[in-house]
């Protein structure tokens, strides 16, 4: 569409979100170059000039991938384990089993337009008609049929409260559950959610615990589960805050023997050393 006018392509666009050109041209159009230009200049890096800006220790990590996937070896215990981190949209995951994605105690869900990691989960996993129509949105759905089962429509739930929900569209990327971690309360009379460290350390034990649970009941189990910097975007947390109150978690959960498959998905070259330091044993 290259050679379309600029009004063509806009208006196309705004058809496949299903919004007025306006706000596409608004919004959604920000976004979108937005994470292009972010691709670019990833690409652009040179080599050497990555390694040194993500402030990976030598021989801490073996690249996988190129600069969006590292795998890093951490001592947890007697034994060695190894994390996967993604340094890209959480959009873009794929073959992990389970992606958690923070939200509020009221579990109301922010518009898919947004750029939240909630937003491009939601996104993601709408089965949307050529048209740009929505035909199915499962994460929507899901969290609603939970609140009507637990009787919580209309009332908060317990910080750390941990929902599971199908994952729509995203089944064809090798995502089958998307687990919505209950952090963010928000904060009367104003936009703005407060987030607390063991609200955050509280909720990874529980998507564990979720985890354990599901597992034996799907075919194959789920073994692998991706977190996000919980609580570090509209919450306020410092990534340095974020990863300790989830990493608390983690260490725990491996320490006691257990065997599953842990990645983080970040979206900056800052947060992902502050991941590769791990494997040096400095705590975040």
Same mark, same amino acid.
């Given at each position: 569409?290259? %050679?379309?006018?600029?009004?063509?392509?806009?208006?196309?666009?705004?058809?496949?979100?299903?919004?007025?050109?306006?706000?596409?041209?608004? %919004?959604h159009e920000v976004m979108v170059l937005g994470q292009v230009a972010e691709h670019v200049v990833r690409l652009a890096a040179a080599p050497a000039e990555r390694e040194a800006e993500a402030g990976v220790p030598p021989g801490g990590?073996?690249?996988?991938?190129?600069?969006?996937?590292?795998?890093?070896?951490?001592?947890v215990g007697d034994r060695q384990v190894v994390l996967t981190v993604h340094m890209h949209p959480v959009d873009l995951l794929r073959d992990v089993d389970v992606v958690v994605s923070p939200i509020n105690v009221h579990l109301a869900l922010p518009e898919a337009y947004k750029s939240?990691?909630?937003?491009?989960?939601?996104?993601?996993?709408?089965?949307?008609?050529?048209?740009? &129509?929505?035909?199915e949105d499962p994460v929507h759905e899901g969290l609603s049929e939970w609140a009507a089962e637990h009787d919580t429509s209309g009332r908060a739930v317990l910080p750390g409260t941990v929902v599971a929900t199908g994952s729509g569209a995203l089944?064809?990327?090798?995502?089958?559950?998307?687990?919505? +971690? +209950?952090?963010?309360?928000?904060?009367?009379?104003?936009? %703005?959610? &407060?987030?607390?460290?063991? /609200?955050?350390?509280?909720?990874?034990?529980r998507t564990f615990a979720v985890l354990a649970e599901e597992s034996g009941r799907t +075919?194959?189990?789920?073994?692998?589960?991706?977190?996000?910097?919980?609580?570090?975007?509209?919450?306020?947390?410092?990534? /340095?805050?974020s990863l300790g109150a989830v990493w608390a978690a983690v260490e725990a959960e491996l320490a006691r023997g257990a065997d599953w498959d842990v990645h983080f998905v970040v979206r900056t070259p800052e947060a992902a050393a502050l991941v590769a330091r791990i494997a040096s044993g400095i705590r975040p």
């Open positions: 569409t290259r %050679d379309w006018p600029a009004s063509s392509r806009r208006a196309r666009a705004a058809s496949v979100y299903g919004v007025s050109v306006e706000r596409f041209r608004k %919004d990590e073996r690249e996988r991938g190129g600069v969006t996937h590292r795998t890093v070896r951490v001592l939240s990691v909630a937003a491009s989960l939601r996104r993601a996993a709408t089965v949307w008609g050529v048209t740009g &129509d929505v035909i089944t064809a990327q090798g995502v089958r559950r998307i687990y919505h +971690a +209950a952090i963010a309360v928000p904060r009367a009379g104003t936009n %703005d959610y &407060d987030v607390l460290p063991t /609200h955050v350390t509280a909720a990874v034990s +075919a194959p189990p789920l073994r692998s589960v991706c977190f996000p910097l919980l609580g570090s975007g509209r919450g306020g947390l410092p990534y /340095h805050v």
